[in-house]
Nanobody, 122 residues
Framework: QVQLVESGGGLVQAGGSLRLSCAASGRTFSGYAMGWFRQAPGKEREFVAAISWSGDNTYYADSVKGRFTISRDNAKSTVFLQMNSLKPEDTAVYYC???????????????WGQGTQVTVSS
């Protein structure tokens, strides 16, 4: 089992930045690829970014490419999502998740956090 706890969400103006963190506990964190997903009101949960277990490979949704950066610190069992140039359409609950393989499909992820709210005002 892996337990995931997100933090760092909040209210920010358009153009601003936030840094989300996801702290993991339980089984060996470095053995898992990690992903960030988000779900806006009335919409399906969607892929945002993923990072391989080593941190060498990262993947992004087109909608966030160039604005968001995913990273991880295996020594601290934490994955981060740096979000810059935020837009109102980035408003959503953001979830981190752990998978045995780097993927953009939700079905590939075995463990999920409870989510953290990000609200971007115009």
């Amino acid at each position: 089992q892996v337990q995931l706890v997100e933090s760092g969400g909040g209210l920010v103006q358009a153009g601003g930045s936030l840094r989300l963190s996801c702290a993991a506990s339980g089984r060996t964190f470095s053995g898992y690829a990690m992903g960030w997903f988000r779900q806006a009101p009335g919409k399906e949960r969607e892929f945002v970014a993923a990072i391989s277990w080593s941190g060498d490979n990262t993947y992004y949704a087109d909608s966030v490419k160039g604005r968001f950066t995913i990273s991880r610190d295996n020594a601290k069992s934490t994955v981060f999502l740096q979000m810059n140039s935020l837009k109102p359409e980035d408003t959503a609950v953001y979830y981190c998740a752990a998978s045995s393989a780097t993927a953009s499909r939700m079905e590939a992820y075995d463990y999920w956090g409870q989510g953290t709210q990000v609200t971007v005002s115009s």
